[in-house]
């Protein structure tokens, strides 16, 4: 079975910093992309950042570039999502998302019909 389990998410004044951890289990790791989709209430779902397990390669968003930074430990079939600078516009909820032979491009927009694993998600709540 399938499993992504988020963590990490909580409260944080705007300019702190947040490290979600998305623990993944019941897939080869090495197979899949891996990353976080966010949603605000009111506001569509928007791909956030994407590792790709067997290369390293990574894909931001515009609006976390700079600012967010993903990594992947192989070894923990884990993926952590660094936040700093945080501002109230981050405030949402954070997905873990994989997909399976995905390629990663720096400059193409994550497409959430691509991923055919969810975690529950994790709230994020930055204060002004």
């Known amino acids: 079975e399938v499993q992504l389990v988020e963590s990490g998410g909580g409260l944080v004044q705007a300019g702190g910093s947040l490290r979600l951890s998305c623990a993944a289990s019941?897939?080869?790791?090495?197979?899949?992309?891996i990353g976080w989709f966010r949603q605000a209430p009111g506001k569509e779902r928007e791909g956030v950042s994407l590792i790709s397990s067997n290369d390293g390669s990574t894909y931001y968003a515009d609006s976390v570039k700079g600012r967010f930074t993903i990594s992947s430990d192989n070894a923990k079939n884990t993926v952590y999502l660094q936040m700093n600078s945080l501002k109230p516009e981050d405030t949402a909820i954070y997905y873990c998302v994989a997909a399976e032979g995905v390629v990663v491009v720096p400059t193409t927009p994550l497409n959430d019909r691509g991923f055919d694993y969810w975690g529950q998600g994790t709230q994020v709540t930055v204060s002004s």
């Open positions: 019941g897939f080869t790791f090495d197979d899949y992309a």
